[in-house]
């Protein structure tokens, strides 16, 4: 809760500066708190989702054997590697040569790892092959801001 009261610190101000110098009415600090509430939540449960997702990854892949240059290049993959993976950003990365990066990237696609993108030729791309995996939380309130996002109203009366 911290991290998005830290987000959102100008409306957290604003709102409780306007809560303190009003009446006894503190309606929109309740509602702002709510808002605030269900997007930590969110955050949380995108955080958790990632964990979650590159734990399975790696127990999925746990009985395959992998050099220090794939598991770098995972790790990456993992972590939100930006643009398309190819054997020269490989080398980059690892500091391997490109007939080292191939036969890696090679290895990979045979253990069903990594698998060629749509474009070929000198555009050659790899991605990740994922096993999507739900992971499903137990908080009714999580679930109604991830999936129908009440407002801020209609939590006042169903979130005791």
Same mark, same amino acid.
């Given at each position: ?19 303190? *110098?009003?009446?006894?009415? =503190?309606?929109?600090? =309740? ?9 930590? $939540? ?6 958790? =989702? ?15 054997? $992998? @050099? ?29 040569? *490109? ?6 990237? @090679?290895?990979? =696609? ?44 209609? $939590? ?5």
């Amino acid at each position: 809760m911290s991290a998005q009261i830290r987000v959102d610190r100008s409306k957290y101000f604003n709102i409780l500066e306007k809560t303190q *110098k009003g009446g006894l009415d =503190v309606t929109d600090w =309740v509602i702002w708190f709510l808002v605030c509430l269900i997007n930590s $939540l969110k955050s949380t449960n995108q955080l958790l =989702v990632h964990v979650l997702a590159k734990n399975d990854f790696w127990s999925q892949h746990a009985h395959v054997g $992998l @050099n220090d240059r794939q598991k770098k290049i995972l790790h990456h993959l993992l972590n939100g590697f930006e643009g398309n993976l190819t054997s020269m950003k490989w080398t980059k990365i690892t500091k391997c040569s *490109k007939d080292t990066a191939v036969r890696d990237i @090679n290895d990979l =696609v045979l253990k069903k790892i990594l698998q060629k993108q749509e474009a070929g030729g000198r555009s050659t791309s790899y991605e990740l092959i994922l096993h999507a995996k739900k992971f499903v939380g137990c908080s009714l309130l999580l679930w109604l801001s991830l999936n129908a996002m009440p407002s801020p109203a209609f $939590l006042l009366i169903f979130v005791p």
